[in-house]
């Protein structure tokens, strides 16, 4: 009997553990959807549990503070577009590709995530307890998408001046975002996409001296 019973609660758990899962799901994907949509003073542990369909005593067993729970759902949907932009390239990128590569790192600092970010930062500059972990956030967030900028271009950093021009790549990307957050910049984004891949291939392709 006492086996039956071990068993069952294991096929309980299980379940549960699914349950529990996706809750924290749901309250990380509507925590930046509120982030991006009512900025840092509108976007409360309540406000985020409303939108994701929870109790606010569940957010707070994920989350016990706003700020992990923003921090978070920010790291969160970062590491899910990471993971989504390295899929459209499995095999990383041929010279040819590099203008699509180009595209779709820009795309990474256009739309929800990069609001929400955004809004995350500005709050940071003034939380002094939001501060050390949004500044962490960024660090790694920063170093994760130049590993993948070098890794989709085939760029070689152990070149002069490589190790630059990708950053400068992710540099130009972040001040498309924010130009792009007042008024719709697809036609210049897409002149300095341009622009910015004709100049990659120079700086990647370009035979050492």
């Known amino acids: 009997m006492g086996g039956v019973s071990a068993a069952a609660d294991r096929g309980e758990r299980v379940p549960k553990q699914d349950r529990s899962r996706a809750t924290r799901q749901r309250l990380l994907e509507a925590a930046v959807a509120c982030l991006a949509e009512r900025g840092w003073a509108g976007s409360t542990v309540l ?18 503070t706003r700020e992990d729970l923003f921090t978070a759902a920010v790291e ?23 203008r699509a590569v180009v595209t779709a790192l820009v795309d990474l600092y256009t739309g929800p995530l990069f609001r929400a970010a955004l809004h995350l930062w500005v709050a940071a500059s003034d939380e002094e307890q939001l501060r050390p972990r949004v500044t ?4 790694r967030v920063g170093r994760e998408s130049h590993r993948i900028a070098v890794d989709l271009l085939g760029a070689d950093e152990s070149r002069p001046g490589v190790r630059e021009s990708v950053q400068g790549l992710l540099d130009m990307a972040r001040g498309l975002g924010l130009a792009n957050l007042l008024t719709d910049d697809t036609a210049r984004r897409e002149r300095v996409v341009g622009q910015w891949a004709a100049l990659l291939e120079g700086a990647l392709d370009e035979a050492p001296g």
Request: proline share 4%; net charge negative; glycine share 8%.
């Open 47 to 64: 406000v985020v549990a409303e939108r994701a369909g929870v109790s606010r005593g569940a957010a707070q067993h994920h989350f016990p």
């Open 76 to 98: 969160y949907v970062a590491e899910e577009r990471s993971t989504a932009l390295r899929a459209l390239f499995p095999e990383g990128a041929a010279a040819g590709d590099r």
């Open 136 to 139: 962490e956030l960024e660090a």
